[in-house]
């Protein structure tokens, strides 16, 4: 012990010291903290003791003021707690109205986080009852403008921070996490936060928000999830300059060095965690995003929220919109403005759906959807300069720059905006879908709500009220011509809990598209008839839970007629199975 500590000037031992002169408040400074200098290193000691005082310091098992006379005399609590004792309703409460008294969303983001890390339990309850209200502060929109701030507002770490440094020891790293058993990681290397870029290590904000997403409307247990930041530097020469980033200051590593950093990452994941543990990449670029995906979708079980969530959330918003519009989705001809991770991934999933339902070959499904990037119509004839994700959609037809054009050229009965640029949906854009359909179908799916390609209420209004409308980031209702419309939101928090519990609970060793398309099917069908008279295509959140265990339920039961299960046997009732190993986080009575 002795040995750790650096000895002083004089020859003596930092132990060796009498505390003569009452050193920290009378007591003796037994490990020499008080007395060694600041260019001497001291030992951290801490001490494990099942106290009071541990017990409503260690958010798992804090119940606050819930604590019962029993449990405050059997746990040493006695004079750590003010005498009443407090029902976890009373509790959630009095959170709800103090939450309610912040008008700045980043207050009420920065005190739900401050809970969770003081009392888990109460934080998921509190989620889950009031999921449609905290939703947006936990979550996007918030979520953007906390990972914006992340350095300023940064007060304990709640993930993993894996940079250049720790290459050559990442599985070292994965060891210093103190849950062993993980089931589910969600990791960003923060270059394309929603639609706000490169925010660097910042970018954990997303990792910890889904996460906290998979327990509350998935009942993954929190103890099983990984949040985890993969840090290579920033292009962000505001954060750069930033004195309190709290990433690498550094440009961003590409080529060999990252591939190499990714490839340590993933086998060491593979290694400590087995070969059932979910990674879900989360907000990498476009290069990087289809690359890790393609590269890693046969030897590690994998999921791109972004590609693939996304996708199937949107596609469940298609399927369900069937009812109103007519038809079937063959039947539909389908724009996109954006040619990214999400435009791309919705389109394929959308070519996908429509070849199981018609046995058309998958390259005539493409042909019914276009997609327009930066520089416009994405056609044959620009198919050379192409990204390699985009060559699938570059159909015959003559160039065309503006999206309004394209609009009157192509004729879509669906538009789709994953741009991540706000206001692009132009008045002229939405009454020439107006003009050109009944009951066009606008899907502004680009987040935050600032980068919404239009709000609900220029939807309805410049359509008239015949739009049928949905988007990213939520939206308020909409009085039109004595109406009321509730837009749906097309958010991947409907998919993704429910598909990584049907994932966790049947043991699946890889992701299959069948399982995506199987996810929207599910949450299509649990859109009502009140739904549809309120012009909405999904279903309210107040019933998340129930309709993520009918998704978990649908893609494990794909999983198996896949093969892909290794939890055997398979359960008979996997709806009930699914309720059955959701988290649920009532307080717990303690010995």
Known sequence: MESTLKELSNGESVLDIKDKCGVAGGVEDMYGEDRATEDQTITPWTFSVASGYSLLRDPHYNKGLAFTEAERDAHYLRGLLPPSVSSQQLQEKKVMHNLRQYQVPLQRYMAMMDLQERNERLFYKLLIDNVEELLPVVYTPTVGEACQKYGSIFRRPQGLFISLKEKGKILEVLKNWPEKSIHVIVVTDGERILGLGDLGCQGMGIPVGKLSLYTALGGVRPSVCLPITIDVGTNNQKLLDDEFYIGLKQKR??????????????????????EKVLIQFEDFANHNAFELLAKYRTTHLVFNDDIQGTASVVLAGLIASLKLLGGTLADHTFLFLGAGEAGTGIAELIALEITRKTSVPL??????????????????????????????WAHDHEPVKELIDAVKAIKPTVLIGTSGVGKTFTKEVVEAMASLNPKPLIMALSNPTSQAECTADEAYTWSKGHAIFASGSPFDPVEFEGRTFVSGQANNAYVFPGFGLGIIMSGTIRVHDDMLLAASEALASEVTEDDYLKGRIYPPFTNIRKISAHIAAEVAAKAYELGLATRLPRPSDLVKYAESCMYTPLYRSYR
């Open 253 to 274: 590593a590409t080529g060999q060095e990252y591939a190499e950093l990714l490839e340590e990452f993933m086998s060491a994941v593979k290694q400590n965690y087995g």
């Open 363 to 392: 390259e005539e499904a493409r042909k019914k959807i276009w997609l327009v990037d930066s520089k416009g119509l994405i056609v044959s004839s620009r198919v050379e300069s192409l990204q390699h994700f985009k060559k699938p």
